[in-house]
C-alpha cells in the first residue's frame, strides 16, 4: 500500500487563493515568485501593520516580513523574541524542521493568519515583556536545504 502524494499547490493557486481571500493586498507575480503585501490588523485594538509575503516556489519556505511600523522602533532596542532574522526582520512563524508549513497548503490560509496571531502576541510582548505565542527555539538563518537535510538523511 502506497502513501498518498498530494501535489504542492502552484504559483498561480496561491496567488488566486491570496487575492480572493485577502482582497485587501497587492498581490504579484513575476519569474522571482510571488508577493503579497498588504495590511494586517491582529486585534480590534491594534496598530495597522503593512506585510509582505514572499514565496519563492512550493520547493522554498515564504518569507514574511512587516514593512511598516519598524517593529525595531516599537520594540526600542529590545530584541524581539521568534524571529527568524532580527536584521532582514523575519518572522518566526512555523519551524520547518517540523514541517508545520508545506507546499499543498495555502498561503491565504495559513501564513497570513499566522502572521495576524504573530502580530498580536507582539503587541502583548510589547506591553507586558514576556512572549505568550509559544514556538521553540531556532537557529537563525534559514533555508530548506538546511532543515530538509536532516529529514533527507534519515529516509537512507
Known amino acids: 500500500m502506497g502513501f498518498l502524494r498530494t501535489k504542492s499547490l502552484s504559483l498561480?493557486?496561491?496567488?488566486?487563493?491570496?487575492?480572493?481571500?485577502?482582497?485587501?493586498?497587492?498581490?504579484?507575480?513575476?519569474q522571482l515568485g510571488l508577493t503579497w503585501n498588504g495590511p494586517l490588523i491582529p486585534s480590534m485594538f491594534s496598530r495597522t501593520y503593512v506585510v509582505r509575503v514572499s514565496y519563492q516556489s512550493p520547493q522554498h519556505l515564504p518569507i514574511t516580513q512587516v514593512l511598516s511600523p519598524s517593529l525595531d522602533e516599537l520594540a526600542g532596542g529590545r530584541k524581539i523574541p521568534h524571529m527568524y532574522s532580527q536584521k532582514k526582520g523575519?518572522?518566526?512563524?512555523?519551524?520547518?524542521?517540523?514541517?508545520?508549513?508545506?507546499?499543498?497548503?495555502?498561503?491565504?490560509?495559513?501564513?497570513?493568519p499566522w502572521a495576524e496571531l504573530w502580530l498580536y502576541y507582539f503587541e502583548d510582548w510589547l506591553a507586558t515583556g514576556e512572549w505568550q505565542g509559544g514556538g521553540t527555539d531556532h537557529p537563525t538563518p534559514r533555508?530548506?536545504?538546511?532543515?530538509?537535510?536532516?529529514?533527507?538523511r534519515s529516509l537512507r
Do not use: D, V
Request: proline share 8%.
Open 12 to 30: 498561480p493557486h496561491q496567488l488566486a487563493t491570496l487575492r480572493a481571500n485577502w482582497p485587501e493586498g497587492e498581490t504579484r507575480l513575476t
Open 90 to 112: 523575519e518572522l518566526c512563524l512555523f519551524t520547518p524542521e517540523f514541517h508545520e508549513w508545506t507546499g499543498q497548503m495555502r498561503l491565504s490560509h495559513s501564513i497570513l
Open 143 to 152: 533555508t530548506i536545504s538546511t532543515y530538509s537535510a536532516p529529514f533527507l
